[in-house]
């Protein structure tokens, strides 16, 4: 490694800093790290999440490119700075676009850059879009189980939506001890919904599966509802269909009309992230010109500062904080670090002298 020296870097008698190695981190390599690891990961989440709500992260909005002439289309970046016992700085630049799909590619793409703490330098691109998919289940886990501290834990779940995050919730809850004596799916495509159900069938999972024909359908016939659409606005408006007051992880955050939020305990991730991008809870806020609807964060309820209500519908809308793919980011390259098949980029940096 490269030793920098400056007069900027302080005393001569101050330690060298070095520039670290660059590696690439594939595919494969993030999933075999993640796999089959998901109470490890709830775990890592709910310690990110707490050191976020004790604001030991820093953690800006997002960013959006949209297109003009693809407007259904967006890559967004998330920057985030995680602290703790191992801090980390990086970039998760994620891709949406949904005509993907009908040419039989997956909807999202993503790589996670990684930044060493010290000195600013890159040390590791990721393929990230399992990296995203793994902390978005792990975080509507972790959510799953501590909303339903005061209430029976739900035996019956509906998904709304079918694709690859709904799998990977489906994948984290059991892997996490939830069983379901019924599983709901409804899905725009047919194709969608039967692949998820054949998905379902080869897991092994017990449960009884059945395909609702409308909206309706699933929502009152399960007490736990996922919704992880690619929906763009809202399309569900009437409160009376969650009137059996199920819990709600409202992935998608676009599809839930204000009026639903309105007559619901509403939990989000962090508040001023949620309340953006005319997402359901900002569609509320701007009907009602206040947040007062929103009872806490996930962190207030881990740290017990907020108590959820048994007897309401509970909306867990979160955003999706960078922090969480910079943590299982970060979990990702030590393990690959310490099986020994760290694939580095020799001399990925060149020029490091000041003066040539």
């Known amino acids: 490694m490269t030793t920098l020296h400056s007069a900027a870097d302080g005393p001569a008698t101050a330690t060298p800093r070095t520039v670290p190695p660059f590696a690439v981190i594939s595919g494969a390599q993030v999933q075999r790290a993640l796999q089959g690891r998901a109470p490890e990961i709830v775990d890592l989440i709910e310690t990110t999440y707490r050191l976020h709500g004790?604001?030991?992260?820093?953690?800006?909005?997002?960013?959006?490119?949209?297109?003009?002439?693809?407007?259904?289309?967006?890559?967004?970046?998330?920057?985030?700075?995680?602290?703790?016992?191992?801090?980390?700085?990086?970039?998760?630049?994620?891709?949406?676009?949904?005509?993907?799909?009908?040419?039989?590619?997956?909807?999202?793409?993503?790589?996670?850059?990684?930044?060493?703490?010290?000195?600013g330098y890159p040390f590791a691109c990721l393929e990230s879009s399992i990296i995203s998919a793994t902390r978005t289940a792990a975080s509507a886990t972790l959510a799953a189980d501590r909303l339903t501290h005061n209430r029976p834990r739900p035996r019956t779940i509906g998904f709304f939506g079918t694709g690859l995050i709904a799998r990977y919730i489906h994948t984290f809850l059991t892997q996490t001890g939830w069983e379901f004596d019924e599983i709901g799916i409804h899905d725009l495509s047919a194709d969608s919904a039967a692949g998820f159900r054949l998905y379902l069938e080869q897991t092994g999972n017990p449960s009884w599966i059945t395909?609702?024909?409308?909206?309706e359908q699933l929502i009152r016939n399960h007490d736990l509802i996922v919704f992880a659409t690619i929906a763009g606005e809202p399309h569900l408006t009437d409160p009376a269909w969650f009137d059996h007051h199920p819990l709600v992880l409202h992935i998608s955050l676009r599809d839930l009309a204000p009026e639903i939020l309105l007559s619901a305990t509403n939990i989000v991730d962090d508040v001023e992230h949620c309340l953006k991008a005319n997402t359901s809870p900002h569609l509320a806020e701007q009907r009602t010109g206040t947040r007062d609807f929103i009872l806490g964060t996930l962190d207030d309820v881990l740290t017990e500062r907020v108590t959820v209500p048994a007897d309401r519908t509970v909306v867990f809308s979160p955003f999706g904080l960078g922090v969480l793919d910079l943590a299982v980011g970060k979990h990702v390259y030590d393990e690959v670090a310490r099986s020994g098949e760290l694939h580095v980029v020799d001399d990925f940096f060149h020029d490091l002298r000041r003066y040539g």
């Open 211 to 215: 395909l609702h024909d409308s909206p």
């Open 54 to 119: 004790a604001g030991d992260t820093v953690n800006p909005p997002s960013y959006f490119l949209r297109f003009p002439d693809r407007p259904t289309s967006r890559i967004i970046a998330l920057p985030a700075s995680l602290g703790g016992p191992t801090p980390v700085d990086g970039l998760k630049w994620i891709s949406s676009f949904p005509t993907n799909v009908a040419n039989g590619i997956p909807r999202a793409s993503a790589v996670l850059i990684l930044n060493d703490h010290d000195t």
